[in-house]
T-cell receptor, first 110, second 116 residues
Framework: QKEVEQDPGPLSVPEGAIVSLNCTYS??????FMWYRQYSRKGPELLMY????GNKEDGRFTAQVDKSSKYISLFIRDSQPSDSATYLC??????????FGTGTRLTVIP | EAQVTQNPRYLITVTGKKLTVTCSQN?????MSWYRQDPGLGLRQIYY???????DKGDVPEGYKVSRKEKRNFPLILESPSPNQTSLYFC???????????????FGPGTRLTVL
């Protein structure tokens, strides 16, 4: 079993839709949870960072962590064509080494 | 501008011909890492380094070597490349968290390697 599971998609939504991206994990030691966004032909860039359980909001983006269910989510409100990218979840037990999901490819259709 | 650079960006080579992919960062980061990204498998860590002369294996180190002689540089060496090393490679760097957290990793633009 992989440490981090993520539905690879692809996911296509119309502009303005609410997008939900999810990851599950098996290692209960993970405490730090991140979402990276990767545009085509680019390296991943950090989008959201949360520690332990709870919610974090940044503009149109909301990250949720449910440690009891070992489940994390990223919500994108009012999605835009510029949000079209691959979204990677990543997590850590507290060291610099990250464990990544396989990424979900999102397309927002104008 | 703070950045991680990789060279070359694209490389086509043949089985067995030694190659080096360079990685350099200008953020004075202690931590550097190499990943490969393959469809359906995501990002997998090859090697990482916590500081100069300190390197360690990641999840998929077979067939790769690294060195960390200077803080800013972390080259990836394929002594005898094979077709199963055809992949997209990313170098990343971050500062070390003194409080035990996981600091943001900054990624390079990627090197697409094809081994024939």
């Amino acid at each position: 079993q992989k440490e981090v599971e993520q539905d690879p998609g692809p996911l296509s939504v119309p502009e303005g839709a609410i997008v939900s991206l999810n990851c599950t994990y098996s290692n209960s030691a993970f405490q730090y949870f991140m979402w990276y966004r990767q545009y085509s032909r680019k390296g991943p860039e950090l989008l959201m960072y949360t520690y332990s359980s709870g919610n974090k909001e940044d503009g149109r983006f909301t990250a949720q962590v449910d440690k009891s269910s070992k489940y994390i989510s990223l919500f994108i409100r009012d999605s835009q064509p510029s949000d079209s990218a691959t979204y990677l979840c990543a997590m850590s037990a507290g060291a610099n080494n990250l464990f990544f999901g396989t990424g979900t490819r999102l397309t927002v259709i104008p | 501008e703070a950045q991680v650079t990789q060279n070359p960006r694209y490389l086509i080579t043949v089985t067995g011909k030694k190659l080096t992919v360079t990685c350099s960062q200008n953020m004075n980061h202690e931590y550097m890492s190499w990943y490969r990204q393959d469809p359906g498998l995501g990002l997998r860590q090859i090697y990482y380094s916590m500081n100069v002369e300190v390197t360690d294996k990641g999840d998929v180190p077979e067939g790769y070597k690294v060195s960390r002689k200077e803080k800013r540089n972390f080259p990836l060496i394929l002594e005898s490349p094979s077709p199963n090393q055809t992949s997209l490679y990313f170098c990343a760097s971050s500062s070390i968290s003194r409080s035990g957290g996981a600091n943001e990793q900054f990624f390079g633009p990627g090197t697409r390697l094809t081994v024939l």
